[in-house]
């Protein structure tokens, strides 16, 4: 006899709903669980619709690449934001980090290399949204900040040099 958890899968007839992992689907389609797509070095492509036309998100495996893609009017735009309720001055919006893989050795060569990340200004309020644009590099260690534009558009070095080289 087979041992089914009634979890496993469930569809919900009356509500046009499928569950996986749960019997209480809250959408048409609910993942309780981890989710995969192909396996290691077999993929597939992964698309999403968005409400206007033109408008997706792609995981294209032929070139290993991420898409997204706005409407007719207006570009595809990516929104990183925080669950902080309260965002007071050094708290961080947003952060895009750049690894090698895990595998490329140990110490430094596992640390982040590089960051962009948006840095509050100023405690948030209805009049005040200040936010810096902070890059931080690795050289030996974690990456650091090493250049800033704050949120009046004034640009600084975290090293106070100004040096500009511009191969001709």
Do not use: C
Not at 16 to 32: E, F, Y
Not at 78 to 97: C, R
Not at 114 to 139: P, R
Request: proline content about 3%; charged content about 20%; cysteine-free.
């Amino acid at each position: 006899s087979l041992d089914f958890d009634e979890q496993t899968m469930f569809l919900n007839t009356s509500a046009n709903t499928v569950g996986i992992g749960t019997n209480a689907p809250a959408s048409k389609l609910d993942v309780r669980g981890t989710m995969q797509v192909g396996v290691d070095g077999t993929g597939y492509d992964v698309k999403f619709f968005g409400d206007n036309a033109g408008a997706f998100m792609l995981w294209n495996e032929s070139n290993d690449s991420f898409e997204l893609r706005g409407p007719v009017v207006t570009p595809g735009k990516l929104l990183l934001s925080t669950a902080e309720p309260t965002v007071v001055d050094g708290n961080k919006l947003g952060q895009i980090d750049f690894q090698a893989p895990v595998h490329s050795g140990t110490g430094d060569a596992k640390l982040v290399g590089a960051s962009i990340y948006a840095e509050a200004d100023a405690t948030f309020s209805s009049t005040v949204n200040s936010t810096d644009l902070v890059f931080a590099t690795g050289d030996s260690g974690a990456a650091t900040e090493k250049l800033r534009i704050d949120s009046t558009g004034q640009v600084t070095f975290a090293d106070g040099a100004i040096d500009v080289n511009i191969a001709s």
